[in-house]
């Protein structure tokens, strides 16, 4: 297992730890504990990629059934393609 050595810095009322670029983190989130030893564990959180588009599908499925009826039809009246000759 490899070990590095980083800078703890303040950041407003909280301690920052810069991660060298080796240990980089895929994600905007992680876990904080302490284990027995007294040993900090950070556990990288999946990101919460497209969490506004789930909030915004599932106003979608809530909403007027009217609404997504029309929608619907809209979609239903589209033109067909024209055929034209190549040049």
Do not use: C, K, W
Request: net charge negative; aromatic share 4%.
């Amino acid at each position: 297992m490899e070990t590095l050595t980083s800078r703890v810095f303040n950041n407003g009322n909280s301690q920052a730890v810069r991660i060298p670029a080796e240990f980089r983190l895929d994600t905007d989130r992680v876990s904080v504990t302490r284990n027995e030893y007294g040993d900090l564990v950070i556990h990288p959180l999946q990101a919460e990629r497209g969490a506004a588009l789930l909030a915004a599908l599932r106003g979608v499925s809530e909403a007027d059934g009217d609404f997504v009826a029309a929608l619907e039809a809209d979609r239903a009246d589209t033109q067909p393609l024209q055929e034209r000759e190549a040049l």
